[in-house]
């Protein structure tokens, strides 16, 4: 017989409160919660569930008594936890234990049911099962099926069009059409995506807030449109015809300072894609002429060699976009560049001196500095033009959105949601299944957003893709190690860098304490058979066999809870890095223009101010893409970062490392505010208070 201390949330001590324990056959005798000292149960058998009353008289007839949690710990420490988080009444209430355990703590036939349950999710999504033996050995490889990476329609029309269909979407009983793309992480792409598990799907409240977004912005161009209808812009400053609204601060900002070469050099570090810029070492193959430009602007004498070496001089490559297919808008053919730009920094300042178009350099294919006038804009913008590219499909879909859904299905679909490790990450998958199935029938589909509006020709979005998930690795997504390998670690005013590494270290922290609550020793990490099925799932399923370091098998607690930091800030604090800044960025069109409708000149003193109106999208295209920006831009929903459901952050091994995690948050965001105070444009998309735990837009 074990004896077991009843503990009760809230305080039952102007009430009498009855709790029997119970595996669902055997029950303990009913005992009475004790208004002082311990509440001792004897019984024979681990709980499973509780029943609970409260005795009623009728003085109490017409009050109420909220019972949060009851918890039953036995002798050896164990606590069984019932989360109850209702009105206790007069009747026997049945709570189910719920606590989170490892696979070797629970051998119920309910565990195995769901593993099964979820396992069969694989064959909705697409995806192959693991075969028991397959833990230790090698998959056979599937022929991948024919893919058709875009389908669909235009962005907001269809996307408006697309909540009125939702009935008849419920009734269709086609499967999801999951396609495997060799070069890119698995992916749902299109059918009936009600299939998914509900637990998985917008909840009312998300998806009246996107039918809400959506129509606001739609009316809002439509404004826009009608105000600029029979204009036709012939300088930069009649851009500002687009901004009838009132406009965030920083879009003010942008829009005044977009031509300055210190801001222009921040938005590598600050912007919407904080993650390209590294230490520059030469490469004459690609820039043989650098040298003498680098020269002249840093008026100095040593070789160039040793100011790299000194850590001053930093690039920025776009080589993914060389060789590109170009688009064809409205029956007008648009232009690519795949720009290298070198930067200094100088004063705590990152400042642009030297651009090439081009990755192969010629002889008329000049390079460009500050001193070139009008011709530095314009090599500017075609910077800033491809970044966008880049941010959009390397940095933002590649590396959050697709790669947090095949992190997301792996783990779900590998374990019980009995497991720790799932409670864990449970959030961090919230929405984004469905967010990704719509964005790719409305944004990254035929006929959508980017082939409509955007410079980049037929399959030059897949191309991109698979060109930068061949560049992605494990290390690239744990941000310290990204840092380092980028040679980045000690520039100034990087505060991307600054507040990542501090939302980094609070997770990692959060996830260690989870980790060890749970794992005895690292034996138990190599015995959890749930978890290393799901890290051989994601390796071989989700990632392709993907090259760059990524993990086959976990081995010890602290791979563990790196790991589980990976996945935490990869859906939460790098999504809000390359997300939430997007209307700040691109709502003034010339800082970041979708498409380029000149060739890049080869004579700077051709460019005037009419020959940049001549290259910059038209009217059309900016206000297609301010309206995609804005709805990409969203604010957070009440999901925030460290945010759980009651029943798991009153869990007892979670409590603890839960509480304290947001203790820790706090201090970041009110560090974060101070430092706002002092900014003309402050940085704030690492704010936890604009972090979400998922990746849900």
């Keep these: 017989m074990t004896r077991y201390i009843i503990k009760v949330e809230a305080d039952p001590s102007s009430d009498k409160i009855w709790v029997i324990l119970s595996t669902g056959n055997i029950k303990s005798q009913e005992t009475a919660i004790a208004k002082e000292g311990d509440t001792i149960i004897d019984f024979e058998n681990k709980p499973e569930e509780i029943l609970i009353r409260r005795e009623t008289s009728l003085l109490r007839t017409f009050s109420k008594w909220y019972c949060r949690y009851v918890t039953a710990t036995s002798p050896d420490e164990n606590t069984y936890?019932?989360?109850?988080?209702?009105?206790?009444?007069?009747?026997?209430?049945?709570?189910?234990?719920?606590?989170?355990?490892?696979?070797?703590?629970?051998?119920?036939?309910?565990?195995?049911?769901?593993?099964?349950?979820?396992?069969?999710?694989?064959?909705?999504?697409?995806?192959?099962?693991?075969?028991?033996?397959?833990?230790?050995?090698?998959?056979?490889?599937?022929?991948?099926?024919?893919?058709?990476?875009?389908?669909?329609?235009?962005?907001?029309?269809?996307?408006?069009?697309?909540?009125?269909?939702?009935?008849?979407?419920?009734?269709?009983?086609?499967?999801?059409?999951?396609?495997?793309?060799?070069?890119?992480?698995?992916?749902?792409?299109?059918?009936?995506?009600?299939?998914?598990?509900?637990?998985?799907?917008?909840?009312?409240?998300?998806?009246?807030?996107?039918?809400?977004?959506?129509?606001?912005?739609?009316?809002?161009?439509?404004?826009?449109?009608?105000?600029?209808?029979?204009?036709?812009?012939?300088?930069?400053?009649?851009?500002?015809?687009?901004?009838?609204?009132?406009?965030?601060?920083?879009?003010?900002?942008?829009?005044?300072?977009?031509?300055?070469?210190?801001?222009?050099?921040?938005?590598?570090?600050?912007?919407?894609?904080?993650?390209?810029?590294?230490?520059?070492?030469?490469?004459?193959?690609?820039?043989?002429?650098?040298?003498?430009?680098?020269?002249?602007?840093?008026?100095?004498?040593?070789?160039?060699?040793?100011?790299?070496?000194?850590?001053?001089?930093?690039?920025?490559?776009?080589?993914?976009?060389?060789?590109?297919?170009?688009?064809?808008?409205?029956?007008?053919?648009?232009?690519?560049?795949?720009?290298?730009?070198?930067?200094?920094?100088?004063?705590?300042?990152?400042?642009?001196?030297?651009?090439?178009?081009?990755?192969?350099?010629?002889?008329?294919?000049?390079?460009?500095?500050?001193?070139?006038?009008?011709?530095?804009?314009?090599?500017?913008?075609?910077?800033?033009?491809?970044?966008?590219?880049?941010?959009?499909?390397?940095?933002?879909?590649?590396?959050?959105?697709?790669?947090?859904?095949?992190?997301?299905?792996?783990?779900?679909?590998?374990?019980?949601?009995?497991?720790?490790?799932?409670?864990?990450?449970?959030?961090?998958?919230?929405?984004?299944?469905?967010?990704?199935?719509?964005?790719?029938?409305?944004?990254?589909?035929?006929?959508?957003?980017?082939?409509?509006?955007?410079?980049?020709?037929?399959?030059?979005?897949l191309e991109i893709l698979k060109r930068a998930f061949k560049q992605l690795t494990y290390q690239s997504l744990c941000l310290p190690d990204d840092l380092k390998n980028r040679g980045v670690e000690n520039l100034s005013n990087y505060y991307y860098k600054q507040d990542g590494l501090m939302i980094w270290a609070a997770i990692n922290k959060f996830c260690d304490a989870v980790v060890n609550n749970y794992y005895r020793n690292d034996s138990d990490i190599k015995n959890d058979y749930e978890l290393q099925r799901f890290i051989k799932q994601l390796y071989q399923n989700g990632l392709s066999k993907c090259k760059g370091g990524w993990p086959n098998t976990l081995e010890t607690r602290e791979d563990t809870a790196k790991f589980l930091t990976t996945i935490m800030f990869t859906c939460s604090a790098l999504h809000a890095a390359v997300n939430n800044g997007q209307y700040d960025t691109y709502a003034w069109m010339p800082n970041g223009p979708t498409t380029m409708r000149q060739p890049p000149p080869k004579l700077k003193e051709d460019v005037t101010e009419e020959y940049i109106m001549n290259t910059l999208p038209d009217i059309n295209v900016t206000l297609e893409s301010m309206s995609v920006a804005h709805f990409l831009s969203q604010p957070p929903s009440r999901n925030l970062l460290g945010q759980y459901s009651d029943e798991v952050k009153h869990e007892p091994k979670m409590k603890g490392p839960i509480e304290e995690f947001n203790e820790v948050l706090k201090k970041i965001e009110d560090y974060i505010d101070r430092r706002s105070k002092t900014q003309e444009l402050p940085y704030e998309y690492l704010s936890p208070s604009s972090i979400e735990n998922s990746i849900t837009i």
């Design 81 to 461: 936890y019932f989360p109850i988080f209702r009105n206790i009444s007069a009747g026997l209430t049945t709570i189910k234990e719920k606590s989170g355990k490892l696979p070797c703590e629970d051998l119920s036939e309910e565990r195995e049911k769901d593993l099964k349950d979820r396992n069969n999710y694989l064959v909705t999504l697409g995806w192959r099962q693991l075969e028991q033996t397959a833990l230790s050995g090698e998959v056979p490889t599937e022929k991948p099926k024919e893919h058709n990476f875009l389908l669909g329609t235009s962005f907001l029309v269809k996307a408006l069009s697309f909540s009125l269909k939702l009935f008849i979407v419920f009734r269709d009983e086609t499967p999801l059409d999951t396609k495997i793309v060799n070069g890119l992480p698995r992916f749902t792409e299109a059918g009936s995506i009600f299939k998914l598990p509900s637990e998985l799907w917008f909840d009312a409240p998300k998806l009246l807030t996107l039918i809400y977004y959506l129509v606001i912005i739609k009316i809002q161009r439509n404004v826009r449109q009608f105000w600029n209808m029979g204009h036709r812009w012939r300088t930069i400053e009649d851009i500002r015809r687009v901004f009838l609204f009132p406009s965030k601060k920083a879009v003010e900002y942008i829009s005044k300072n977009w031509k300055d070469d210190a801001f222009f050099g921040s938005q590598f570090l600050n912007g919407c894609n904080p993650l390209l810029i590294k230490k520059y070492t030469e490469d004459k193959q690609k820039i043989p002429n650098i040298e003498a430009s680098i020269m002249a602007m840093l008026e100095m004498t040593t070789q160039v060699e040793r100011v790299s070496q000194e850590g001053i001089i930093y690039v920025v490559d776009y080589e993914l976009l060389d060789g590109i297919r170009e688009n064809v808008i409205s029956g007008h053919q648009q232009f690519l560049a795949a720009p290298i730009v070198l930067l200094k920094e100088e004063d705590n300042t990152l400042m642009p001196i030297a651009i090439q178009l081009t990755q192969k350099p010629a002889d008329d294919e000049p390079i460009y500095t500050p001193c070139d006038g009008n011709a530095w804009l314009l090599a500017k913008i075609w910077v800033r033009n491809a970044d966008f590219y880049i941010h959009e499909l390397s940095s933002h879909l590649l590396q959050t959105h697709l790669v947090g859904e095949a992190l997301f299905i792996a783990i779900y679909t590998s374990m019980s949601r009995k497991h720790p490790l799932l409670r864990l990450v449970s959030e961090s998958g919230r929405f984004t299944l469905p967010i990704n199935v719509i964005a790719r029938n409305i944004l990254v589909n035929e006929g959508g957003f980017f082939t409509q509006n955007t410079g980049l020709g037929k399959g030059a979005q």
